[in-house]
C-alpha cells in the first residue's frame, strides 16, 4: 500500500468502528487463534489459488514463500512479486466480482480496513475468507503463523513469526538505556492528522525507544497545529504524502523542523503491519538515535 492509500485506510479506522463480534456471520468454521475469524465455507487444506485483500497480508504471504499462490492482490499492493497479478480493488472497496472471477480457494481479509459487506458477500457466494485482525505488531506475528498454517506450512509461519520477533527484541534492546526522545507522527497535513495512541506507529515508536506525545483516546486524532507547535516534541515524523495536502510548510512551524528535526519518510513501512516493520523499526532507530549510530 503506498503512503496516500494507507492514510485513507487509517482515517477511515479512525471514523468508523471495527467490526465487532455482533458483526460477524454466525456460519462458517468461526473463530481461529489470535482473534481471527473464518467466514464463509470450512476451508480446503493447501489452497493453491489464494486473494489478498490488504498488502500486509500479501507482504505477508510472499514472507511465506507462497507468493505463487497468490492470484489477485488490492490496487495498493507493490511488491515485485505481485506486479503482473490482476487487482482486485482497493483495501476499503474491494470487488467481490473481481475477486470471484479469480476463483480462489481462499482470501485474505485485514478487518481493520473495513469492506465487511463485500467481504460477506464473497464468504456467502462459497469462498472461504480467513478474517485477520492485524493492528499490532502482536497481530503481525500471529497473522505470520495463521496465514501459514491456512497455506498448508504450520512450520514456515511459526518460522516467519520468530524471525519478525527476534528483530523486534533487537530494536528492544538496543534502544534500552538511551534517551527517548518526544515524537510527534505525523500522517496527514491538511488536516493535520498523527498516530495516536492504540496505533501501529505509536507501538513502533515504543519499540524503537521513543515517546509519542500525542495523547488522548483515538489512535488516529485530528490535530490541531497550534497544539503541535505547543507539545513542542523533540522530533517530528512525517510519513504524510505531499500530494495529500498542505504542504511541508505546515510542519515547519513546529520548534523541532526549525531545528533540522524534521524527519520525512519515503515509504510506508511504518504504516504496513506485517513484515515490513523490520525495516520500519531499523529506520525510525536511525532518526531517532542519531548517537547510536555506527
Not at 482473534?35 to 493447501?46: D, E, I, V, Y
Not at 480496513?113 to 506475528?141: F, K, N, T, Y
Not at 495529500?244 to 504504516?271: F, M, N, Q, S, Y
Amino acid at each position: 500500500m503506498r503512503l496516500l492509500a494507507a492514510l485513507v485506510a487509517a482515517l477511515a479506522c479512525a471514523l468508523l468502528p471495527a467490526p465487532s463480534a455482533a458483526a460477524w456471520p454466525d456460519t462458517g468454521p468461526g473463530v481461529a487463534a489470535g482473534g481471527a475469524r473464518w467466514l464463509g465455507p470450512k476451508p480446503r487444506p493447501g489452497p493453491r489459488r489464494v486473494v489478498s485483500l490488504a498488502p500486509s497480508a500479501t507482504d505477508l504471504a510472499i514472507a511465506l514463500g507462497q507468493a505463487g499462490r497468490l492470484v489477485g492482490v488490492t490496487r495498493y499492493d507493490d511488491a515485485p512479486e505481485v506486479a503482473k497479478l490482476p487487482r482486485v480493488g482497493g483495501f476499503l472497496d474491494p470487488s467481490p466480482e473481481a475477486v470471484l472471477a479469480l476463483r480462489p480457494d481462499l482470501v485474505l481479509w485485514v478487518t481493520d480496513g473495513g469492506a465487511l459487506a463485500s467481504v460477506q458477500r464473497i464468504a456467502a457466494l462459497g469462498v472461504p475468507v480467513l478474517a485477520l485482525p492485524v493492528v499490532s505488531v502482536e497481530d503481525v506475528l500471529a497473522a505470520a503463523r495463521l496465514i501459514g498454517d491456512a497455506l498448508g506450512d504450520r512450520a514456515g509461519g511459526e518460522r516467519l513469526a520468530g524471525s519478525l520477533s527476534a528483530a523486534v527484541s533487537r530494536t528492544q534492546a538496543r534502544a534500552a538505556g538511551l534517551p527517548r526522545p518526544r515524537v510527534l507522527f505525523v500522517v496527514g497535513r491538511e488536516p493535520l492528522v498523527v498516530a495516536g495512541p492504540g496505533s501501529y506507529p505509536d507501538e513502533l515508536l515504543r519499540l524503537a525507544g521513543a515517546r509519542n506525545v500525542a495523547g488522548g483516546q483515538r489512535p488516529w486524532p485530528i490535530y490541531p497545529l497550534e497544539k503541535a507547535v505547543a507539545d513542542d516534541p523533540d522530533v517530528v515524523v512525517d510519513a504524510a504524502r505531499l500530494e495529500h495536502g498542505g504542504g511541508a510548510g505546515r510542519l515547519e512551524t513546529i520548534p523541532a523542523a526549525r531545528r533540522g528535526h524534521l524527519v520525512k519518510l519515503e515509504d510506508d513501512d511504518a504504516l504496513r503491519p506485517g513484515p515490513r516493520m523490520v525495516r520500519a523499526l531499523d529506520k525510525l532507530f536511525a532518526v531517532l538515535h542519531p548517537e547510536a549510530r555506527r
